[in-house]
């Protein structure tokens, strides 16, 4: 296990102006389970195969441990990774494919199938070691390019969207058994992937990537309750945040009939004359007098249901989705009333959209 560290990394590929990654300052804790996401093109792949040494770094350090392995070759760095396509050898059996990279190393036979069994027993992949991988399914198939990286016992693991090719329902069990395996390797893990909910649910912090810079970096709940900015703010959450420009006066900001309070400094001469007013959507309560919201589309999902729809901000229309009561959600088509707890609001700078503290 070892920690790892992004010191200023960036990465440029050829014949392009703009960094795919822009001066990644990142320490990963030993034995974290971290996860970089972010829309596609945010750098979160580039920044994983800069650590695995298939990016060159153009400026900056990368170090494992207190090792600087910015110019080392992939197989010096004692890291494991698991692709997106599986990468299995389809000639090999699973039992084979397991074990190739201890083969490469000189391990003895009875080393190779001792440590391929265990590590096929956590996985659940047992009876499947004699097959082929055309005779597994995509979520098997997916187990043993997990178990290939496992056997090597390296000190990193890194995860390239290993469940995008899985369906929702599989993709739901694998990442629950990823995260209990991480908890039981105790060994630090990177991994990537596009789909907040999955960052969420998995990491112990999570990374959030924009245009190749890191725009925050703290725990799921942290993210959710504090974020740093606008991006991060419409970003993470599902249904994301409702957000909102609106005008600063005297009184603060109104906001419906709620009068939102802004910091002093935001209603002096030089203040910015608008600020980002967000709100998630179950903060958003219907009752019998407040916003006026006209449905247009009810989503019932089981335990929760949300309702999508049309209001009137300060005269403007306006994009809203808020939570319904499940058990009776308004039906499409009907005018109803939002309330807005304003302990809830989150204020962000129209100008840059970083979050401002009340």
Not at 70 to 82: H, S
Not at 237 to 246: A, D, E, Q, R
């Amino acid at each position: 296990m070892a920690t790892v560290t992004y010191d200023r990394t960036t990465c440029l590929f050829p014949g392009s102006q703009k960094p795919a990654v822009d001066a990644l300052d990142l320490q990963i804790e030993d034995g974290e389970f971290l996860v970089l996401v972010g829309p596609s093109g945010c750098g979160k792949s580039t920044s994983l195969r800069m650590l695995a040494g298939l990016e060159q770094v153009h400026s900056g350090r990368v170090l494992i441990g207190d090792k600087d392995v910015t110019v080392q070759e992939p197989k010096e760095r004692d890291i494991a990774m698991v692709f997106q396509n599986y990468a299995l050898y389809p000639h090999m059996s699973v039992a084979e494919n397991m074990g190739f990279a201890l083969k490469l190393a000189g391990a003895s036979k009875s080393d190779i199938r001792s440590r391929v069994e265990d590590v096929a027993k956590l996985l659940d992949l047992e009876q499947y070691l004699d097959r082929k991988p055309k005779a597994l399914s995509g979520g098997q198939r997916q187990r043993v390019a997990m178990g290939r990286a496992i056997v090597r016992q390296p000190q990193v693991f890194l995860m390239d969207e290993p469940l995008s090719n899985l369906d929702a329902k599989l993709r739901v069990q694998t990442r629950t058994q990823i995260a209990q395996l991480q908890r039981r390797l105790e060994t630090t893990m990177v991994y990537v992937t596009h789909d907040q909910v999955e960052a969420m649910t998995m990491g112990d912090r999570v990374a959030v990537l924009k245009d190749g810079r890191l725009q925050q970096c703290a725990t799921p709940r942290d993210l959710y309750r504090s974020p740093a900015n606008v991006f991060v703010a419409g970003f993470m959450g599902s249904p994301s945040m409702n957000l909102f420009t609106l005008p600063v006066t005297e009184q603060g900001v109104q906001f419906g009939d709620t009068a939102i309070p802004v910091p002093r400094q935001l209603r002096g001469e030089n203040s910015e004359p608008e600020v980002v007013v967000g709100v998630r959507p179950e903060h958003l309560e219907l009752a019998a007098d407040g916003i006026s919201m006209d449905v247009a589309v009810v989503e019932e999902l089981g335990s929760d249901a949300y309702i999508y729809g049309r209001t009137s901000i300060n005269g403007a229309a306006q994009e809203i989705v808020a939570r319904a009561d499940w058990r009776n959600p308004p039906r499409k088509g009907e005018t109803v009333k939002l309330h807005v707890d304003p302990e809830q609001l989150h204020l962000f700078s129209a100008v840059d959209g970083r979050r401002l503290s009340r």
